[in-house]
T-cell receptor, first 111, second 112 residues
Framework: DAGVIQSPRHEVTEMGQEVTLRCKPISGHNSLFWYRQTMMRGLELLIYFNNNVPIDDSGMPEDRFSAKMPNASFSTLKIQPSEPRDSAVYFC?????????FGQGTRLTVV | RKEVEQDPGPFNVPEGATVAFNCTYSNSASQSFFWYRQDCRKEPKLLMSVYSSGNEDGRFTAQLNRASQYISLLIRDSKLSDSATYLCVVNTYNTNAGKSTFGDGTTLTVKP
């Protein structure tokens, strides 16, 4: 298995633009997590899904953020409109039973 | 209060030193525990699971104290390659699924 695949690896965008981050989980993993990591706030859980259903989105910072998981093979995290304070590394992680496996992350810079 | 709290560090130690990291969690319903390692500009990767009886993997020893809601990681004979950020992870399950909550990490630098 290729592991958790995230795209793009890097994204630079202007403030106000829509940003879509993508994640392909490891086949057979039924839980998917979106995290955001910054120096100031560490690794924050934004939202997680189980069997494609959002379970807890209490970590989503505001309405500008939305996440979907239309099927077991794909998830997106969308920011609309983006702001400079959204600049961070966004990780997707998936899990079958206990430990989570991470993708390589998307480094987002909003200018 | 954060759900998972760690010593912020940084820890700067010489090669060969023994170093210990601590982590506390607030949810007594938490059921599984891990230590992850994250290298600079990389994703976190599983270092080891933490079992109630304590477990060892080479130079690394992890312990869990459920009564005190406390997890520890001990690194013996530290190597330069151990330099990284170590993240404590706690899984808490509800009727649907479990979430994995990470501590902010403790940064270790091992110096020659």
């Amino acid at each position: 298995d290729a592991g958790v695949i995230q795209s793009p690896r890097h994204e630079v965008t202007e403030m106000g633009q829509e940003v879509t981050l993508r994640c392909k989980p490891i086949s057979g993993h039924n839980s998917l997590f979106w995290y955001r990591q910054t120096m100031m706030r560490g690794l924050e859980l934004l939202i997680y899904f189980n069997n494609n259903v959002p379970i807890d989105d209490s970590g989503m910072p505001e309405d500008r953020f939305s996440a979907k998981m239309p099927n077991a093979s794909f998830s997106t995290l969308k920011i609309q409109p983006s702001e400079p304070r959204d600049s961070a590394v966004y990780f997707c992680a998936t899990r079958q039973v206990t430990e989570a496996f991470f993708g390589q992350g998307t480094r987002l810079t909003v200018v | 209060r954060k759900e998972v709290e760690q010593d912020p560090g940084p820890f700067n130690v010489p090669e060969g030193a023994t170093v210990a990291f601590n982590c506390t969690y607030s949810n007594s319903a938490s059921q599984s525990f891990f230590w992850y390692r994250q290298d600079c500009r990389k994703e976190p990767k599983l270092l080891m699971s933490v079992y109630s009886s304590g477990n060892e993997d080479g130079r690394f020893t992890a312990q869990l104290n459920r009564a005190s809601q406390y997890i520890s990681l001990l690194i013996r004979d530290s190597k330069l390659s151990d330099s990284a950020t170590y993240l404590c992870v706690v899984n808490t399950y509800n009727t649907n699924a479990g979430k994995s909550t990470f501590g902010d990490g403790t940064t270790l630098t091992v110096k020659p």
